[in-house]
């Protein structure tokens, strides 16, 4: 059961409540229709939020929508349920390490793209069978566009640090470092 007050009113909605906000999954606040915002103000009092906390709580509010109440267990962070995607030898993890490193990139307030990625990486992990820590992810978020990025810094350090890199990956840091290199040559020279 979570711990938060927010994600903890999802027990009390109706599966027709569920199924409105599931259809706003990806989707901005604004965006959202009359049934899935009568189902998401009914377990969430605004209580003067700022309107950016607010399109966060519904966007993992909506994404926990997405399993039913007897899937939501054993939940793990967000990096291990992609760490397994990569491990699961039917997955590219070229493309995933791709898409992480996007969101990795991209603030939440500057555009509603970040909730769409998130989905569609929270989307894979429901289809391989995990469930991700939807209190310790909401709390990434909330602070994800703090100045230090230390969120974005942690969940690269935990991700990238367990994943072997994909061949393409490894090519292309290969070129990184001899560019860096000849670069410090022309430095030393002039």
């Keep these: 059961m979570s711990k938060n007050p927010y994600l903890q009113g999802l027990d009390r909605l109706s599966d027709a409540q569920r199924a409105g906000l599931k259809r706003c999954v990806g989707k901005p606040l604004c965006e959202a229709d009359a049934r899935a915002l009568s189902a998401f103000y009914s377990i969430v009092h605004y209580d003067n939020l700022p309107l950016w906390k607010v399109e966060i709580i519904f966007a993992v509010v909506a994404m926990t929508c997405l399993w039913r109440a007897e ?3 054993n939940p793990r962070s967000f990096i291990d349920c992609l760490t397994r995607l990569v491990s699961d030898e039917q997955v590219k993890s070229e493309g995933l390490n791709g ?4 969101l990795l990139d991209t603030a939440w307030h500057e555009t509603d793209f970040l909730n769409l990625k998130l ?15 939807f209190d310790e992810l ?8 703090h100045q230090s990025k230390y969120i974005q810094l942690r969940w690269a350090r935990e991700f990238f640090g367990r994943v072997k890199p994909a061949e393409s990956d490894t ?20």
């Design 71 to 73: 899937e939501r267990k």
């Design 99 to 102: 898409r992480l490193r996007e």
């Design 119 to 133: 989905y569609r990486l929270v989307r894979r992990i429901k289809t391989n069978g995990d469930y991700p820590d």
């Design 138 to 145: 909401l709390k990434d978020l909330l602070r994800w566009d």
């Design 171 to 190: 090519d292309e840091q290969e070129a990184n470092e001899a560019s860096d290199m000849q670069e410090e040559e022309t430095d030393d020279a002039v």
